[in-house]
Nanobody, 121 residues
Framework: VQLQASGGGLVQAGGSLILSCAVS????????MGWYRQAPGKQRELVAL???????HYIDTFKRRFTISRDNAKKTVTLQMNSLKPEDTAVYYC????????????????WGQGTLVTVSS
């Protein structure tokens, strides 16, 4: 199983970016999916997560500017980021809680490789 994140890049303050993450490999199902970020010199932090039923949860800081969504059929999760600020500069990681066909009662957490978002002032 792999998570492949894409969509990062350089954007000016006030701009927008869309991050996408696709799960590949044979699985049974995906529980929560989420986006985290890690700024230089800081710990990784949760940005938003979305349940298998489509209920989104956001850290308050991001609630008005970011939108998380998922496509269960395509096994993808997306983060729409608007009104970006220089302090949003970070490596963004996608995360998924996956159940395998051989172990449907267990959830294994997987991480994408990270995609760099740089917001210039």
């Amino acid at each position: 199983v792999q998570l492949q994140a894409s969509g990062g890049g350089l954007v000016q303050a006030g701009g927008s970016l869309i991050l996408s993450c696709a799960v590949s490999g044979s699985i049974f199902s995906i529980d929560d999916m989420g986006w985290y970020r890690q700024a230089p010199g800081k710990q990784r932090e949760l940005v938003a997560l979305i349940t298998s039923g489509g209920i989104a949860h956001y850290i308050d800081t991001f609630k008005r500017r970011f939108t998380i969504s998922r496509d269960n059929a395509k096994k993808t999760v997306t983060l729409q980021m608007n009104s970006l600020k220089p302090e949003d500069t970070a490596v963004y990681y996608c995360n998924a809680e996956i159940r395998h066909i051989s172990q449907v009662r267990s959830v294994i957490e997987y991480w994408g490789q990270g995609t760099l978002v740089t917001v210039s002032s």
